[in-house]
């Protein structure tokens, strides 16, 4: 099948494509889900090399288990979710307390002229309060609000129910609304 | 309205900062996106290998099998013997009997021989 003509191909049906020699289903899983795989992990390590390496090793991880893919059991977005949770959760761990130091901080002043330097400012700012908060929490609140992940994918990846995916998410947003709160003038909202 | 007063009405002012977020998704870069076409090539070629393997351990097991009794000619001699000697055991061919009448002699009848004529009456003696 032609690379251009897979773009309404599912995932699990060009993983079988693909573990059947198809070199062109290869590059259409690799150009759909590495964006993802790779800034999810970049959220989650916040360290741009890292979540390289990490990002290849989870796709690694799919060209290996594509043979043996259980086709219905799990989507392959959920899947590599779920491998790229555990492989950021190894490295934290890993390297546990030297993150927070290492995260870029929103240099004040910056703030408010040209909207795209809020932009960077917000996410810059967001980064710095996921990284307060629990492990778990982060997980869930990346995984539902950044990268749009439905709350059951959410609780079939991270081995919980959807009722303990919501309470992360919903712990989760408020001590970002509260890490947050002092930052917020500075990055153009107003108590009004 | 106040943060309280937001957080109350589920407008919590998270969603700019999540939206700033999702817009600042990393694009992978030429170099990983090469990586990670090499390491799929890699685990395909490597996939097709072992299957070659497999295929060439089976046919390697078959032939020398094959080889060991002497190729497929006597295979196929052994496969027409067995069938024949099936055929006869069940058939027995009338012309059979007509050859031994000729090697033999047809006035010729067979007979027991009793090769321990005297057991019987040295087991009743005791």
């Given at each position: 099948?032609?690379?251009?003509?897979?773009?309404?191909?599912?995932?699990?049906?060009?993983?079988?494509?693909?573990?059947?020699?198809?070199?062109?289903?290869?590059?259409?899983?690799?150009?759909?889900?590495?964006p993802?795989?790779?800034?999810?992990?970049?959220?989650?390590?916040?360290?741009?090399?890292?979540?390289?390496?990490?990002?290849?090793e989870?796709?690694?991880?799919?060209?290996k288990?594509?043979?043996?893919?259980?086709?219905?059991?799990?989507?392959?977005?959920?899947?590599?979710?779920?491998?790229v949770?555990?492989?950021?959760?190894?490295?934290?761990?890993?390297?546990?307390?030297v993150?927070?130091?290492?995260?870029?901080e929103?240099?004040?002043?910056?703030?408010?002229?040209?909207?795209?330097?809020?932009?960077?400012?917000?996410?810059?700012?967001?980064?710095?309060?996921?990284?307060?908060?629990?492990?778990?929490?982060?997980?869930?609140?990346?995984?539902?609000?950044?990268?749009?992940?439905?709350?059951?994918?959410?609780?079939?990846?991270?081995?919980?129910?959807?009722?303990?995916?919501?309470?992360?998410?919903?712990?989760?947003k408020?001590?970002?609304?509260?890490?947050?709160?002092?930052?917020?003038?500075?990055?153009?909202?107003?108590?009004? | 309205?106040?943060?309280?007063?937001?957080l109350?009405?589920?407008?919590?002012?998270?969603?700019?900062?999540?939206?700033?977020?999702?817009?600042?998704?990393?694009?992978?870069?030429?170099?990983?996106?090469?990586?990670?076409?090499?390491?799929?090539?890699?685990?395909?070629?490597?996939?097709?290998?072992s299957?070659?393997?497999?295929?060439?351990?089976?046919?390697?097991?078959?032939?020398?099998?094959?080889?060991?009794?002497?190729?497929?000619?006597?295979?196929?001699?052994?496969?027409?013997?067995?069938?024949?000697?099936?055929?006869?055991?069940?058939?027995?061919?009338?012309?059979?009997?007509?050859?031994?009448?000729?090697?033999?002699?047809?006035?010729?009848?067979?007979?027991?021989?009793?090769?321990?004529?005297?057991?019987?009456?040295?087991?009743?003696e005791?």
């Amino acid at each position: 099948m032609p690379f251009d003509a897979m773009n309404d191909t599912p995932d699990e049906a060009l993983l079988v494509l693909y573990a059947n020699g198809d070199p062109d289903a290869a590059k259409a899983l690799m150009m759909r889900l590495t964006p993802r795989v790779l800034g999810y992990a970049t959220r989650l390590l916040s360290d741009r090399a890292e979540a390289e390496d990490v990002a290849q090793e989870a796709m690694l991880r799919l060209w290996k288990i594509a043979p043996d893919w259980r086709q219905g059991e799990a989507k392959v977005s959920t899947w590599l979710y779920r491998v790229v949770t555990n492989l950021c959760t190894d490295r934290l761990r890993k390297k546990r307390g030297v993150g927070l130091d290492e995260v870029a901080e929103p240099e004040d002043g910056r703030a408010s002229v040209a909207q795209g330097m809020i932009e960077n400012e917000r996410a810059l700012a967001l980064r710095a309060a996921l990284e307060t908060l629990p492990e778990r929490q982060r997980q869930a609140v990346i995984l539902r609000h950044i990268e749009g992940v439905a709350n059951p994918e959410i609780a079939q990846l991270m081995d919980i129910s959807v009722e303990a995916v919501e309470s992360l998410t919903a712990r989760g947003k408020r001590a970002l609304t509260a890490a947050l709160a002092d930052r917020r003038k500075d990055l153009g909202y107003r108590d009004d | 309205m106040t943060e309280n007063d937001k957080l109350a009405t589920g407008d919590d002012g998270l969603e700019a900062y999540f939206e700033a977020a999702r817009a600042d998704t990393p694009v992978p870069s030429t170099e990983l996106l090469g990586r990670i076409m090499a390491d799929a090539a890699t685990q395909s070629a490597a996939r097709d290998d072992s299957l070659r393997q497999v295929t060439v351990l089976r046919q390697g097991i078959f032939s020398s099998l094959i080889e060991a009794i002497g190729g497929w000619p006597t295979l196929a001699g052994m496969a027409t013997a067995g069938v024949v000697g099936v055929w006869i055991g069940f058939s027995q061919p009338a012309g059979l009997d007509t050859v031994a009448e000729q090697l033999i002699g047809a006035d010729n009848t067979s007979y027991l021989v009793d090769l321990v004529p005297a057991f019987g009456s040295e087991f009743e003696e005791g």
